[in-house]
């Protein structure tokens, strides 16, 4: 952490007023938990629910941009584009980026435990913390895939990843993709043999909707796992 002299985290968001607040909330608690300063952009793409209310009830450092990609990967990239003019190119090096998801809340030490881990990329898990819209075999089925041994995991998750700045812009970014952008992301700096540091106790709490913004992300996930219900059957943990 000690390099490091800003930090920006990019929200995208479609038609998310409702989350917003809550995700925003929580944002501006884990950047008062770190010594330095730290932006937060919401990126609106295509909303048309009045989202856009919300700009200025948070403070100076979270800023709103609106873009018409409709592609969460384009969406992204248009967000960390708008933090390089919030820190200049020449604090490029010391600049640590982060993200995550407008239905997803961080928890305090969120950016404290990235800012530390000393990599060039940190990976963390997303929880369910309410299970409304599934079944609670889904929700058994979910936890046993996040069980392992020690502290490491091999998940990627959009809504719970961070990066240094010089890194990101080294490997070229958000590429604009429908889905599976973070992953996309991820194999680029393993394959430039850069310093990926997974957490599992980094966790970040998000919503069971089972209709998603990216084809193929969380809900898709989560609506996999449903289609092994039989009602006929218990589910074993």
Partial sequence: MNDL??????????????????CLRALTTAALCVPIPVG??????????????????????VHFVSVDAGIVGATRAAGFEYARTLSGDDEIGR??????????????????RM????ADMVLGVVRVSNWRHFSPAVARR?????????????????????????SYWRVGGFRALKSSEDVDLVRRFED?????????????????RREGRAPGGFAQHLRNLSRSDDPGKADVA
């Fill in 142 to 166: 979910y936890l046993r895939g996040y069980r392992s041994r020690g502290t490491g995991h091999r998940h990627i998750h959009g809504a719970n990843m961070g990066f240094r700045a010089e």
């Fill in 5 to 22: 002299s800003r930090a920006v985290v990019v929200v995208p968001a479609h038609n998310e007023k409702d989350h917003l607040p809550d």
């Fill in 192 to 208: 430039a043999g850069m310093f990926i540091h997974r957490d599992r106790r980094l966790s970040v709490a998000t919503s069971d």
């Fill in 115 to 118: 800012l530390g881990a000393g």
């Fill in 40 to 61: 937060i952009v919401v990126v609106l793409d295509s909303c048309d629910d009045g989202s856009d209310a919300l700009a200025g009830q948070f403070g100076a450092d």
């Fill in 95 to 112: 600049t640590w980026y982060a993200t995550t998801d407008a239905d997803s809340t961080v928890d305090a030490d969120w950016l404290v």
